[in-house]
């Protein structure tokens, strides 16, 4: 087995859904939209919402932009005024927190929308997934929604960024790491639960915490397998074929029948490649 699997691979482990990640997407989002602000408005294309869309032919005949109310004497949109551009936001106002310099901190502000959402009144209050083309002129799917706001951000730095706006880069680069490290540990039980179901009767499982080792909305664990340390491990204890057997469990997980973590994985990929570009273009 290549060594760049087990490098790899927790990054691979990702769940499309809403919960505290749903909630650092959207910080995600502001952060661009911030960005995209740079370009001039007939070019700007992040806060840009289908309102007469046919999801299925990929159309949509009228695109609207995220404006805030003209008695706020401002042009651009603030978090909480984005929040409920993107629909089914249970109240207008209280979504941000901001850190000790006044800039949206990431973390505290996914948290404040975690708890507006799952405390909302109604049945089974959660964090909705928005789809793209409500945030974004011309995305349809989820994956390209990720591309285009990547190419954005990189494109504005390119011909835009200087020393007195590259915090709003930092920003960015700072809340998609948290995006990744979410998605990681959400799923990390999952991975965790199907590889000891798996493998657990010919080697020892072993697993590693990720980022801050807990989910900061819910407390939650986030730990994932350490595939390195699995097969290092098994293999000095004379198990045969260590390589080929977690090969073959990667296969049949990610690339078999299991449509959802197929799915979960090109999404985490595309954030990859985003994280990667970005690394390259700074």
Same mark, same amino acid.
Request: hydrophobic content about 30%.
């Given at each position: 087995?290549?060594?760049?699997?087990?490098?790899?691979?927790?990054?691979?482990?990702?769940?499309?859904?809403?919960?505290?990640?749903?909630?650092?997407?959207?910080?995600?989002?502001?952060?661009?939209?911030?960005?995209?602000?740079?370009?001039? *408005?007939?070019? $700007? /294309?992040? &806060?840009? !919402?289908?309102?007469?869309? #046919?999801?299925?032919?990929?159309?949509?005949? +009228?695109?609207?932009?995220? *404006?805030?109310? $003209? /008695?706020? &004497?401002? !042009?651009?949109?603030?978090? #909480?005024?984005?929040?409920?551009?993107?629909? +089914?936001?249970?109240?207008?106002?209280?979504?941000?927190?901001?850190?000790s310099s006044g800039k949206l901190d990431p973390e505290g502000t996914a948290k404040q929308c975690y708890k507006l959402f799952t405390t909302a009144q109604g049945k089974n209050p959660k964090v909705p997934n928005f789809p793209p083309y409500v945030a974004v002129k011309d995305a349809w799917e989820f994956n390209d929604y990720i591309k285009r706001v990547g190419d954005t951000v990189n494109k504005v730095y390119k011909?835009?960024?200087?020393?007195?706006?590259?915090?709003?880069?930092?920003?960015?680069?700072?809340?998609?790491?948290?995006?990744?490290?979410?998605?990681?540990?959400?799923?990390?039980?999952?991975?965790?639960?199907?590889?000891?179901?798996?493998?657990?009767?010919?080697?020892?499982?072993?697993?590693?915490?990720?980022?801050?080792?807990?989910?900061?909305?819910?407390?939650?664990?986030?730990?994932?397998?350490?595939?390195?340390?699995?097969?290092?491990?098994?293999?000095?204890?004379?198990?045969?074929?260590?390589?080929?057997?977690?090969?073959?469990?990667?296969?049949?997980?990610?690339?078999?029948?299991?449509?959802?973590?197929?799915?979960?994985?090109?999404?985490?990929?595309?954030?990859?490649?985003?994280?990667?570009?970005?690394?390259?273009?700074?």
């Amino acid at each position: 087995m290549k060594v760049t699997l087990f490098l790899v691979l927790p990054h691979l482990s990702a769940v499309l859904a809403g919960g505290y990640q749903g909630c650092l997407e959207r910080v995600l989002l502001f952060n661009a939209y911030e960005i995209d602000a740079l370009n001039d *408005a007939t070019d $700007q /294309t992040i &806060g840009v !919402k289908c309102v007469k869309a #046919d999801p299925k032919t990929k159309s949509c005949t +009228k695109w609207d932009t995220c *404006a805030p109310k $003209q /008695t706020t &004497g401002r !042009k651009r949109c603030n978090f #909480d005024e984005l929040m409920v551009f993107l629909g +089914k936001t249970p109240t207008p106002k209280g979504w941000s927190v901001n850190d000790s310099s006044g800039k949206l901190d990431p973390e505290g502000t996914a948290k404040q929308c975690y708890k507006l959402f799952t405390t909302a009144q109604g049945k089974n209050p959660k964090v909705p997934n928005f789809p793209p083309y409500v945030a974004v002129k011309d995305a349809w799917e989820f994956n390209d929604y990720i591309k285009r706001v990547g190419d954005t951000v990189n494109k504005v730095y390119k011909s835009k960024g200087n020393m007195d706006n590259r915090r709003l880069w930092e920003s960015f680069d700072a809340t998609l790491a948290k995006v990744s490290e979410s998605r990681a540990g959400d799923h990390g039980p999952h991975l965790i639960q199907e590889a000891k179901a798996s493998l657990g009767g010919k080697m020892d499982i072993q697993t590693q915490s990720l980022g801050t080792g807990k989910n900061p909305a819910t407390g939650d664990v986030w730990e994932t397998v350490d595939w390195k340390e699995t097969a290092k491990q098994a293999k000095a204890k004379g198990v045969p074929d260590v390589d080929k057997e977690i090969q073959g469990f990667l296969k049949g997980f990610y690339g078999g029948g299991n449509k959802q973590a197929k799915d979960h994985r090109v999404v985490i990929q595309s954030y990859k490649r985003v994280t990667d570009r970005c690394q390259g273009c700074r």
